[in-house]
């Protein structure tokens, strides 16, 4: 069902680098294609997300990250980059292997790859490489106390090269929310996804906090793009019921705030009772999500393929 494609990396300062291509087609051929983007302490495991695609005709790909998931080698330091520039090469050769069979691609992005998403969007504009963004509770600014906040942007000086982990502490509560085992419905590796997270370190914060001062500066993304986000953040160290339906991880007044930086042409949606991962959410949250989403692609990627297709066919 699925087909996994190793792509080597060059070398990065920790050593030998790659990435991990996951493909699984839908049953007739197709020219469409999405390739979904994870976020921090993740990796493609949500199996319906992939079906609602090929159940639509649209071939899905997702890619685990650098030091991620199926990517993560022996001698890497979890999730660790220097810059989220870091990805794009790899992103850019799964583009390329996508585009050799598909002439509609639309990048699906969550969280931290909903940040990296919009960044290489606007690098490769004017190119026609992708024809839209779904981003879902993309990492658009800190959920943090205005002090924590000072603290992270003092990382412009030398302690951001340094590959130090942060004393931030973790929290397994949104892990709790999740996992089948605790309070949740899903399955998935808590090896690759543990419970409490992966640590912060220096170097990578300081590398996420450029890149969303990158964004808020305004970026020209050239294509449509969806944003999707709770109604609800909520901030907790301990379980607490209404967990399991708000986004306790990122504030989604800052998401909302900060969509309109990506470009001219931003559709952002909230919804009631999402969790961060919105397609983990609770049923009736995530048949919302996939309705908004089916609405949007039908409306902004599909409607303008079949635009440009009677346009040729009308051309003298």
């Not at 794009?88 to 509609?104: K, T």
């Not at 001062?213 to 607490?240: E, K, M, Q, Y």
């Given at each position: 069902?699925?087909?996994?494609?190793?792509?080597?990396?060059?070398?990065?300062?920790?050593?030998?680098?790659?990435?991990?291509?996951?493909?699984?087609?839908?049953?007739?051929?197709?020219?469409?294609?999405?390739?979904?983007?994870?976020?921090?302490?993740?990796?493609?495991f949500q199996d319906h997300l992939a079906e609602h695609?090929?159940?639509?005709?649209?071939?899905?790909?997702?890619?685990?990250?650098?030091?991620?998931?199926?990517?993560?080698?022996?001698?890497?330091?979890?999730?660790?980059?220097?810059?989220?520039?870091?990805?794009?090469?790899?992103?850019?050769?799964?583009?390329?292997?996508?585009?050799?069979?598909?002439?509609?691609?639309?990048?699906?992005?969550?969280?931290?790859?909903?940040?990296?998403?919009?960044?290489?969007a606007d690098r490769v504009r004017g190119r026609g490489?992708?024809?839209?963004?779904?981003?879902?509770?993309?990492?658009?600014?800190?959920?943090?106390?205005?002090?924590?906040?000072?603290?992270?942007?003092?990382?412009?000086?030398?302690?951001?090269?340094?590959?130090?982990?942060?004393?931030?502490?973790?929290?397994?509560?949104?892990?709790?929310?999740?996992?089948?085992?605790?309070?949740?419905?899903?399955?998935?590796?808590?090896?690759?996804?543990?419970?409490?997270?992966?640590?912060?370190?220096?170097?990578?914060?300081?590398?996420?906090?450029?890149?969303?001062?990158?964004?808020?500066?305004?970026?020209?993304?050239?294509?449509?793009?969806?944003?999707?986000?709770?109604?609800?953040?909520?901030?907790?160290?301990?379980?607490?019921?209404?967990?399991?339906?708000?986004?306790?991880?990122?504030?989604?007044?800052?998401?909302?705030?900060?969509?309109?930086?990506?470009?001219?042409?931003?559709?952002?949606?909230?919804?009631?009772?999402?969790?961060?991962?919105?397609?983990?959410?609770?049923?009736?949250?995530?048949?919302?999500?996939?309705?908004?989403?089916?609405?949007?692609?039908?409306?902004?990627?599909?409607?303008?393929?079949?635009?440009?297709?009677?346009?040729?066919?009308?051309?003298?």
């Amino acid at each position: 069902m699925y087909e996994i494609t190793v792509l080597p990396m060059p070398d990065d300062f920790e050593g030998e680098v790659v990435a991990t291509l996951v493909s699984r087609r839908a049953e007739t051929p197709s020219r469409r294609a999405v390739l979904y983007l994870h976020g921090f302490t993740d990796y493609f495991f949500q199996d319906h997300l992939a079906e609602h695609y090929v159940q639509r005709g649209i071939d899905f790909y997702a890619l685990d990250l650098r030091k991620y998931g199926r990517s993560l080698l022996p001698h890497q330091t979890r999730g660790l980059v220097r810059s989220i520039t870091e990805y794009f090469p790899e992103i850019d050769e799964a583009v390329r292997v996508i585009r050799r069979d598909h002439d509609e691609l639309t990048v699906n992005a969550h969280s931290t790859g909903g940040l990296i998403a919009p960044l290489w969007a606007d690098r490769v504009r004017g190119r026609g490489l992708v024809q839209g963004l779904v981003l879902n509770s993309p990492f658009f600014d800190l959920n943090v106390s205005t002090p924590l906040r000072l603290a992270a942007d003092l990382l412009r000086t030398p302690l951001s090269y340094t590959r130090r982990a942060l004393p931030l502490g973790s929290s397994t509560v949104y892990g709790r929310t999740l996992h089948r085992s605790e309070q949740g419905e899903w399955d998935y590796d808590l090896e690759l996804k543990p419970l409490g997270g992966f640590s912060v370190h220096a170097m990578w914060l300081a590398a996420i906090r450029r890149a969303q001062r990158r964004l808020h500066a305004g970026l020209s993304v050239d294509v449509p793009v969806l944003v999707l986000a709770s109604t609800t953040g909520l901030r907790v160290r301990d379980f607490v019921p209404e967990a399991r339906s708000a986004d306790i991880v990122l504030d989604p007044r800052h998401i909302a705030r900060w969509s309109t930086a990506i470009g001219p042409h931003v559709t952002c949606v909230r919804i009631p009772d999402g969790v961060h991962d919105l397609v983990l959410s609770a049923e009736p949250a995530r048949k919302q999500v996939f309705s908004e989403l089916d609405r949007w692609m039908n409306t902004y990627i599909h409607q303008s393929e079949v635009r440009a297709h009677h346009g040729k066919e009308n051309s003298p």
